[in-house]
């Protein structure tokens, strides 16, 4: 076969109809450097945000309320371990190393999702963190699934599978608790109160805010905009809260349409505060991340033995 060479120009416009004609953009495909970027960027904070949102859980499994509901929560966090794996992965076909991306989550320039630099108080949390957490991940997810970058679009898949059942699991906590006593339908209330604004920030600032979202629209990565995908989130999540009798925390919150709601006003400085490292974990969750790896140095050493014996 000849092999032609092609220009810049010809490469961005070879590029640019694949974008148009839903052809996903593999790893050995010629790509802009933006566009790279762009997705080393969003793919990594992706993956940290698994890794560092296994910690408010975790904070409950040796005290879970029931064998059965220890086993479910172990499985769940493991699964996030998972999707932490499979987006380093997919990161990595773009020329970044893991050690890379971890050097620079424990020297604080890369971000993980905002929610889970807030403590885990309570049994109740560990509802909330599921029905909420995982549901405004999994809107999110969903529309990724139709990412433009083929190995993010195909993490997104595997990944969607399992975060629907996570969103039940806390789901049915939430539901449990609504069915007990008065004590344990005030912590369940409480537990939205403190989550709900956290899980609608996940979605990050107002399209108009958003530096990333126009390169993002563009070259099909994002396929929803932040707005877009808040609104779908609150508009299912409130009947869930009305079915089992919880109370949405906005008392703004006004039904504009059929299962359509306008939300009140989010606080943005609490949201930059937190991104920027000054929310109530932000420090201990790093701190925790840098000394499990320190700890685990051990096993990487091992298996990077084994690996060049058996060269
Ligand atoms: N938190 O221009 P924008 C899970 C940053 S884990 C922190 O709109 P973009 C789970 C943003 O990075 C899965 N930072 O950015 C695990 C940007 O800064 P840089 C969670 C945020 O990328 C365990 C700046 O603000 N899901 O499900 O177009 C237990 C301006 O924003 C946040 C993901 O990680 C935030 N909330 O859109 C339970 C989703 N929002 O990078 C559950 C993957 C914004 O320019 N990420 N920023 O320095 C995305 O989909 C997109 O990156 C975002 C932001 C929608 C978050």
Known sequence: MIEVELNQEELLKEFEDKIANEVKIEPRDWMPDEYRNHLI???????????????????WISRAPSLRSKKILLAKIQ??????????????????SRDQFINWL????????????YPSLNWADVGAIGWLVDGAAITNQVSL???????????????CKEESFHQRQGYEIMWKMME?????????????????????MMFGPHDSESPNTGNAVKWKIKRESNDRLREKFINKTIPQAELI??????????QIGEEQYAHGDIDWKEFWDVINGNGPCNQQRLEHHIQAHQDGAWVRECANAYHTKSK
């Open 79 to 96: 699964d996030e371990g998972g999707h932490g794996l499979y987006l380093y992965g997919a990161a990595e076909t773009l020329g970044v």
């Open 245 to 254: 009798g919880l109370k949405i925390p906005d008392p703004n919150l006004k």
């Open 145 to 159: 699934q139709r990412t433009s970058y083929g190995p993010y679009a195909r993490a997104m898949v595997r990944i």
């Open 106 to 117: 424990h020297e604080g320039k890369a971000k993980y999702a905002s929610v889970f630099n």
């Open 41 to 59: 960027r969003q793919i990594s904070q992706h993956a940290h945000s698994e890794v560092i949102g296994m910690q408010p859980e975790g904070n």
């Open 180 to 200: 007990g006593t008065e004590d344990q339908k005030r912590m369940a209330q409480d537990a939205l109160n403190r989550w709900w604004w956290p899980a609608l």
